[in-house]
């Protein structure tokens, strides 16, 4: 079975090559029109989840996903993908199944019953497993640093799953609209740096709570859009993670910028630490 | 991960071609869903703030918190140091629940949104709905039964979630209610309302108490079932451990070898729950055959006592010495007597009478667990009757028996409007204004009325955990609700999801007193109080019941009358303004926001020092102006449950009652330091303070084979629950103890799994008061 995890995997680090090598000739153009469609599909997945955690599947948004395109050529090769996808096709089919949809949202984030997983960050790993804990303030003090906030912070803590999923969106779509125009010298660099901080954050937020409270949903969600999901959830993070890791050692990063002609990159900076990142390297002017 | 694997590459690269065919990377990025995240306005403040403040929950405390804010979250709670501690007026400092209220502010758990119910009662299914639509429920629901049952089918049910300071939740709703004809209220409190009544028939006042600084004058202070170290009696815990560091002697009675037992007294003499009359009747006996009593103080201001002090046209042998000497029954009430009954060593009970006796000033502190036992009203008066025969009363480092409750300045409370609904139903008689309001009477002890006109067809449980955790015989209380068309709307709101809010049809998040403003204080054996400050914003969509009530008052068109104009800052301001009016130098708002506390400052106070110092002037408030050992209020009553003398009498589900053949042992709760009634049943912390499990002496647990930690069962004919043993020697023989307040959890089967003791108890009312008997129950065990 292809998983999401290699074949990301592969795709980036192969792109990344691409956008690595001295000439802007065809072959670059290629490379960051990857990297665009990469990250494109990245924030896509983490719209797709800040939709289903952030709100009842009733909001109105299930039948625009279900027209989007991305969701048909995601689900062929991501299996929890292609389970949310027939999750939201019977739910938007049978207004039965809808219902136990919202049920079932309902069970696992909204309450009035004990939920069966944390879905906000400081629950799950503040010591003293609380809602607006020190990790809530960290997670809103990362927002503001990208110039984010949330406006309900007063009411409801910032590290919710669908807040953090959404800030992983909007740092994705902030990177992905860098390479919009060819990617530049500078547009690459700041796409690069833009991965990065969403690589931190991953580490540091998302994928220290998110798949294991997700794992322990699993048990509790039974229809396709939230099995699904929470499979997605759970499989995603982690791949995203080492994706998103391979850039930061990729020359890409090493240099802060793609290597230009007037500007080699020094192979000295940035020493890779992965196996496949070093055969990279070593293929790298 | 094979990264060689070529199929794979080419399979995700095929993947990617795609993705970018369908014109999926050319789209722009879309957010799907509700945006939570915008730009960030300028940087806020990162500084930390510190807050004084204090909870209005019902603890008999009312300690200084600390609440310290960054950007608005509450980080940290700290509370009064030892060196802000100022002796004569020392404000209480946080326990493990007042430096625990983080863990409820933060309680993942908390009710979040408005719900309606979307299965059977009781169920447990329920949806999310707006504001809007819970008010217009409410409102709908609120003028269908109205029309349909009149004003007084309406019942807002015991709330002691918040009783701690100037507006107790509940309260505001029959404020609504009264500004819309009214509702049926109960009377009686289920913590102290047979002890209440009872005190009335001895003093004709049911305050008592003096104020806690007296106790430094006394010799010897018994706690007779007071256990103030979990309960927290206003100043008590401060001055019992002055009155012990001076040398003071402390004695308790109690089944259990308590927390107090252990902080404070010098000597624990156990004996059997719903038995405290037997041991006071016998110490009576001993302090009168060695003439140890003060009769002085009995001729005085006493009636009753003995023949020479009656009152007219009782015939001879009534009084209390008659009894005590078997003048009718041929029985002396003598140690060797109540040995057999209470289980304390006849030579024991002599020692104690004579050092009770012979100790002056000596304050018996009568606690309200005994008092909650079937026999609950002769108990109390016994107390007092001990406090007479040894001239206590009215006496600094003495104390009065009884209720207990100190006459001390408060300050204002919420005004509740006036309820157009004069009768009044007793809090043991609501289940049965649901089930068969024909059988209300005043026999059964409803007020100002024959009959009830309705039964209670709306429920309203508003910060109470009562319908359905600390009402007895809850599997009765089960049926009676699951049946829809009994009571038609059941409306309840909380901080979480309790097994009272389970069985409600509409279900409001209600907020914490972090989330709204009042003046917050002690039990009236404290002193001051403080000023609750609004230091966060009400969680999710909870709202303050003041403002949700505010909505449904429009709907029914009373909301100038139930709001009049004010916000419920507002409402604060004022009742701080309108105590300024009778203590000027209560400080205004900004200053007490800053100060936080305000200390009424009073000498030591001594109930009935008036009526000793000048009874000529001052007469008791009962018919005789005496005090009333014996009470021809009861005598005419001819009620064998409650004799006119406090004496004793087997107590029904007591260790004499027939059923303990079936059911030999008693089972009793107490109030603890865990928790505050309910409240903090599933709080992290002090759920490691003290594990949910049942006291048993070693003796019953070998003799049911039973060992630390096993799983029993616990029943009786109306339930059963299950628990592990804490197999103790600090619990008399034939006696289980469990802590009150855990939360209703009925397996499969009906059996409770979390040890909620109220599966077991009793609806029957006391004899007197019509009140709870909580602890007069009677239960058997077997190993799981």
Same mark, same amino acid.
């Given at each position: 079975?292809?998983?999401?995890?290699?074949?990301?995997?592969?795709?980036?680090?192969?792109?990344?090559?691409?956008?690595?090598?001295?000439?802007?000739?065809?072959?670059?153009?290629?490379?960051?029109?990857?990297?665009?469609?990469?990250?494109?599909?990245?924030?896509?997945?983490?719209?797709?989840?800040?939709?289903?955690?952030?709100?009842?599947?009733?909001? #109105?948004?299930?039948?625009?996903?279900?027209?989007?395109?991305?969701?048909?050529?995601?689900?062929?090769?991501?299996?929890?993908?292609?389970?949310?996808?027939?999750?939201?096709?019977?739910?938007?089919?049978?207004?039965?199944?809808?219902?136990?949809?919202?049920?079932?949202?309902?069970?696992?984030?909204?309450?009035?019953?004990?939920?069966?997983?944390?879905?906000?960050?400081?629950?799950?790993?503040?010591?003293?497993?609380?809602?607006?804990?020190?990790?809530?303030?960290?997670?809103?003090?990362?927002?503001?640093?990208?110039?984010?906030?949330?406006?309900?912070?007063?009411?409801?803590?910032?590290?919710?799953?669908?807040?953090?999923?959404?800030?992983?969106?909007?740092?994705?779509?902030?990177?992905?609209?860098?390479?919009?125009?060819?990617?530049? #010298?500078?547009?690459?660099?700041?796409?690069?740096?833009?991965?990065?901080?969403?690589?931190?954050?991953?580490?540091?937020?998302?994928?220290?709570?998110?798949?294991?409270?997700?794992?322990?949903?699993?048990?509790?969600?039974?229809?396709?859009?939230?099995?699904?999901?929470?499979?997605?959830?759970?499989?995603?993070?982690?791949?995203?993670?080492?994706?998103?890791?391979?850039?930061?050692?990729?020359?890409?990063?090493?240099?802060?910028?793609?290597?230009?002609?007037?500007?080699?990159?020094?192979?000295?900076?940035?020493?890779?630490?992965?196996?496949?990142?070093?055969?990279?390297?070593?293929?790298?002017? | 991960?094979?990264?060689?694997?070529?199929?794979?590459?080419?399979?995700?690269?095929?993947?990617?071609?795609?993705?970018?065919?369908?014109?999926?990377?050319?789209?722009?990025?879309?957010?799907?869903?509700?945006?939570?995240?915008?730009?960030?306005?300028?940087?806020?403040?990162?500084?930390?703030?510190?807050?004084?403040?204090?909870?209005?929950?019902?603890?008999?405390?009312?300690?200084?918190?600390?609440?310290?804010?960054?950007?608005?979250?509450?980080?940290?709670?700290?509370?009064?140091?030892?060196?802000?501690?100022?002796?004569?007026?020392?404000?209480?400092?946080?326990?493990?629940?007042?430096?625990?209220?983080?863990?409820?502010?933060?309680?993942?758990?908390?009710?979040?949104?408005?719900?309606?119910?979307?299965?059977?009662?009781?169920?447990?299914?329920?949806?999310?709905?707006?504001?809007?639509?819970?008010?217009?429920?409410?409102?709908?629901?609120?003028?269908?039964?109205?029309?349909?049952?009149?004003?007084?089918?309406?019942?807002?049910?015991?709330?002691?979630?918040?009783?701690?300071?100037?507006?107790?939740?509940?309260?505001?709703?029959?404020?609504?209610?009264?500004?819309?004809?009214?509702?049926?209220?109960?009377?009686?409190?289920?913590?102290?309302?047979?002890?209440?009544?009872?005190?009335?028939?001895?003093?004709?006042?049911?305050?008592?108490?003096?104020?806690?600084?007296?106790?430094?004058?006394?010799?010897?202070?018994?706690?007779?079932?007071?256990?103030?170290?979990?309960?927290?009696?206003?100043?008590?815990?401060?001055?019992?451990?002055?009155?012990?560091?001076?040398?003071?002697?402390?004695?308790?009675?109690?089944?259990?070898?308590?927390?107090?037992?252990?902080?404070?007294? /010098?000597?624990?003499?156990?004996?059997?729950?719903?038995?405290?009359?037997?041991?006071?009747?016998?110490?009576?006996?001993?302090?009168?055959?060695?003439?140890?009593?003060?009769?002085?103080?009995?001729?005085?201001?006493?009636?009753?006592? /003995?023949?020479?002090?009656?009152?007219?046209?009782?015939?001879?042998?009534?009084?209390?010495?008659?009894?005590?000497?078997?003048?009718?029954?041929?029985?002396?009430?003598?140690?060797?007597?109540?040995?057999?009954?209470?289980?304390?060593?006849?030579?024991?009970?002599?020692?104690?009478?004579?050092?009770?006796?012979?100790?002056?000033?000596?304050?018996?502190?009568?606690?309200?667990?005994?008092?909650?036992?079937?026999?609950?009203?002769?108990?109390?008066?016994?107390?007092?009757?001990?406090?007479?025969?040894?001239?206590?009363?009215?006496?600094?480092?003495?104390?009065?028996?009884?209720?207990?409750?100190?006459?001390?300045?408060?300050?204002?409370?919420?005004?509740?409007?006036?309820?157009?609904?004069?009768?009044?139903?007793?809090?043991?008689?609501?289940? /049965?204004?649901?089930? /068969?309001?024909?059988?209300?009477?005043?026999?059964?002890?409803?007020?100002?009325?024959?009959?009830?006109?309705?039964?209670?067809?709306?429920?309203?449980?508003?910060?109470?955990?009562?319908?359905?955790?600390?009402?007895?015989?809850?599997?009765?209380?089960?049926?009676?609700?699951?049946?829809?068309?009994?009571?038609?709307?059941?409306?309840?709101?909380?901080?979480?999801?309790?097994?009272?809010?389970?069985?409600?049809?509409?279900?409001?998040?209600?907020?914490?007193?972090?989330?709204?403003?009042?003046?917050?204080?002690?039990?009236?054996?404290?002193?001051?109080?403080?000023?609750?400050?609004?230091?966060?914003?009400?969680?999710?969509?909870?709202?303050?019941?003041?403002?949700?009530?505010?909505?449904?008052?429009?709907?029914?068109?009373?909301?100038?009358?139930?709001?009049?104009?004010?916000?419920?800052?507002?409402?604060?301001?004022?009742?701080?303004?309108?105590?300024?009016?009778?203590?000027?130098?209560?400080?205004?708002?900004?200053?007490?926001?800053?100060?936080?506390?305000?200390?009424?400052?009073?000498?030591?106070?001594?109930?009935?020092?008036?009526?000793?110092?000048?009874?000529?002037?001052?007469?008791?408030?009962?018919?005789?102006?005496?005090?009333?050992?014996?009470?021809?209020?009861?005598?005419?009553?001819?009620?064998?449950?409650?004799?006119?003398?406090?004496?004793?009498?087997?107590?029904?589900?007591?260790?004499?009652?027939?059923?303990?053949?079936?059911?030999?042992?008693?089972?009793?709760?107490?109030?603890?330091?865990?928790?505050?009634?309910?409240?903090?049943?599933?709080?992290?912390?002090?759920?490691?303070?003290?594990?949910?499990?049942?006291?048993?002496?070693?003796?019953?647990?070998?003799?049911?084979?039973?060992?630390?930690?096993?799983?029993?069962?616990?029943?009786?004919?109306?339930?059963?629950?299950?628990?592990?043993?804490?197999?103790?020697?600090?619990?008399?023989?034939?006696?289980?103890?469990?802590?009150?307040?855990?939360?209703?959890?009925?397996?499969?089967?009906?059996?409770?799994?979390?040890?909620?003791?109220?599966?077991?108890?009793?609806?029957?009312?006391?004899?007197?008061?019509?009140?709870?008997?909580?602890?007069?129950?009677?239960?058997?065990?077997?190993?799981?």
């Amino acid at each position: 079975m292809l998983t999401l995890k290699s074949r990301q995997q592969i795709a980036f680090s192969d792109v990344l090559k691409k956008v690595t090598c001295r000439e802007r000739g065809e072959n670059f153009v290629r490379a960051v029109a990857e990297l665009c469609s990469i990250t494109a599909m990245r924030a896509w997945i983490y719209s797709l989840g800040h939709a289903l955690t952030g709100g009842p599947p009733d909001s #109105g948004f299930l039948p625009r996903i279900a027209h989007d395109p991305a969701l048909a050529v995601l689900a062929e090769d991501m299996e929890p993908v292609a389970r949310v996808r027939a999750g939201i096709t019977a739910c938007l089919r049978d207004p039965r199944t809808m219902r136990e949809a919202e049920e079932e949202y309902a069970r696992l984030y909204v309450g009035p019953q004990a939920l069966p997983a944390p879905l906000w960050e400081s629950v799950h790993l503040d010591p003293e497993h609380l809602l607006f804990g020190e990790i809530t303030l960290e997670v809103r003090r990362y927002y503001a640093r990208h110039g984010l906030s949330f406006a309900g912070r007063r009411t409801e803590p910032d590290d919710h799953i669908a807040l953090e999923l959404e800030f992983m969106w909007r740092l994705a779509a902030r990177s992905g609209a860098l390479l919009e125009n060819g990617g530049s #010298g500078d547009a690459l660099a700041s796409f690069v740096s833009l991965c990065n901080a969403q690589r931190d954050f991953l580490e540091t937020h998302l994928l220290r709570w998110a798949p294991q409270s997700f794992a322990l949903q699993l048990p509790h969600a039974h229809t396709d859009l939230y099995a699904g999901l929470a499979r997605l959830i759970v499989d995603f993070l982690p791949s995203d993670a080492v994706l998103l890791a391979q850039l930061s050692t990729s020359p890409v990063n090493a240099a802060g910028k793609p290597c230009r002609k007037d500007r080699p990159a020094n192979p000295r900076l940035g020493q890779p630490v992965g196996r496949s990142s070093a055969k990279l390297h070593r293929r790298t002017p | 991960m094979n990264l060689n694997n070529g199929k794979i590459l080419d399979r995700s690269r095929r993947a990617f071609l795609k993705w970018s065919a369908a014109g999926a990377a050319a789209t722009p990025f879309i957010l799907y869903g509700r945006p939570f995240l915008g730009l960030a306005s300028a940087q806020e403040a990162a500084g930390e703030l510190i807050i004084p403040t204090a909870s209005t929950l019902d603890c008999g405390g009312r300690c200084l918190n600390k609440v310290h804010l960054v950007d608005g979250v509450i980080t940290r709670i700290s509370t009064r140091s030892a060196a802000e501690l100022n002796p004569a007026m020392p404000v209480m400092k946080g326990c493990v629940r007042g430096r625990g209220y983080r863990k409820y502010q933060y309680h993942p758990d908390r009710l979040k949104y408005p719900m309606k119910r979307a299965g059977k009662r009781g169920e447990g299914k329920f949806v999310r709905i707006s504001w809007d639509e819970a008010i217009e429920i409410i409102a709908r629901k609120t003028k269908e039964i109205t029309e349909k049952y009149g004003p007084d089918s309406r019942f807002v049910t015991v709330g002691t979630g918040v009783t701690g300071g100037s507006t107790v939740y509940a309260n505001l709703v029959k404020r609504l209610f009264n500004c819309h004809g009214g509702s049926l209220e109960y009377y009686h409190s289920v913590s102290m309302g047979n002890t209440a009544a009872a005190t009335m028939f001895t003093y004709g006042a049911s305050n008592t108490g003096n104020s806690m600084d007296s106790l430094l004058h006394s010799k010897l202070i018994l706690l007779w079932g007071h256990n103030p170290t979990e309960t927290i009696f206003g100043h008590s815990n401060f001055y019992l451990n002055q009155a012990r560091e001076r040398g003071c002697k402390i004695i308790a009675v109690d089944p259990r070898y308590s927390d107090s037992a252990i902080s404070y007294a /010098d000597e624990w003499i156990p004996l059997l729950p719903n038995t405290d009359s037997a041991l006071m009747d016998a110490m009576a006996h001993v302090i009168v055959t060695e003439n140890l009593h003060d009769k002085a103080f009995l001729d005085k201001y006493c009636l009753g006592f /003995d023949e020479e002090h009656m009152p007219e046209g009782i015939p001879a042998g009534e009084s209390y010495l008659s009894y005590l000497m078997g003048v009718k029954d041929g029985t002396e009430k003598t140690p060797e007597w109540a040995e057999g009954i209470c289980k304390v060593q006849a030579n024991v009970i002599r020692r104690l009478a004579r050092e009770y006796a012979m100790t002056k000033p000596a304050a018996l502190l009568s606690g309200w667990g005994p008092q909650r036992h079937s026999g609950g009203e002769r108990a109390s008066r016994g107390s007092a009757m001990l406090c007479c025969l040894t001239g206590n009363v009215g006496r600094l480092g003495g104390w009065a028996g009884g209720y207990g409750g100190v006459a001390r300045p408060f300050q204002n409370g919420m005004p509740m409007g006036k309820n157009p609904i004069p009768h009044k139903i007793n809090i043991m008689q609501w289940t /049965d204004a649901i089930e /068969d309001y024909a059988r209300v009477s005043p026999a059964e002890g409803l007020l100002d009325a024959e009959k009830l006109n309705a039964p209670i067809k709306m429920l309203v449980s508003v910060s109470g955990n009562y319908v359905m955790g600390q009402n007895p015989d809850l599997n009765a209380t089960k049926k009676l609700l699951e049946d829809e068309s009994k009571v038609e709307f059941f409306l309840a709101c909380d901080l979480l999801m309790t097994q009272t809010c389970q069985f409600a049809d509409v279900v409001l998040p209600s907020t914490t007193s972090f989330e709204g403003w009042d003046l917050a204080s002690t039990w009236n054996s404290g002193a001051y109080f403080i000023l609750s400050q609004k230091v966060a914003q009400p969680m999710f969509e909870a709202r303050h019941p003041y403002d949700w009530l505010a909505d449904v008052a429009k709907k029914l068109g009373v909301e100038q009358e139930f709001t009049e104009g004010r916000t419920q800052e507002e409402w604060v301001r004022f009742l701080l303004d309108e105590t300024r009016k009778k203590h000027p130098d209560v400080p205004e708002w900004e200053v007490m926001k800053k100060q936080g506390i305000y200390y009424f400052k009073y000498d030591p106070f001594v109930a009935f020092k008036k009526q000793i110092d000048d009874p000529g002037a001052n007469p008791f408030p009962t018919p005789s102006g005496k005090i009333e050992l014996f009470s021809k209020r009861l005598y005419d009553r001819s009620d064998p449950q409650v004799p006119a003398v406090a004496c004793y009498v087997p107590a029904w589900e007591g260790p004499a009652d027939p059923l303990a053949a079936k059911y030999p042992f008693q089972v009793i709760g107490w109030k603890n330091k865990h928790r505050d009634n309910s409240s903090f049943f599933n709080h992290p912390w002090l759920k490691q303070v003290a594990p949910q499990c049942m006291w048993i002496n070693p003796l019953d647990a070998d003799k049911k084979g039973i060992k630390q930690g096993d799983l029993v069962r616990v029943f009786n004919d109306r339930g059963a629950l299950m628990i592990r043993a804490e197999i103790t020697g600090r619990i008399i023989p034939g006696v289980l103890a469990i802590p009150t307040g855990a939360w209703y959890n009925p397996g499969k089967d009906g059996v409770d799994m979390n040890g909620c003791l109220n599966v077991l108890t009793t609806m029957r009312k006391t004899p007197l008061a019509h009140g709870n008997a909580h602890h007069s129950c009677l239960v058997d065990i077997k190993k799981a």
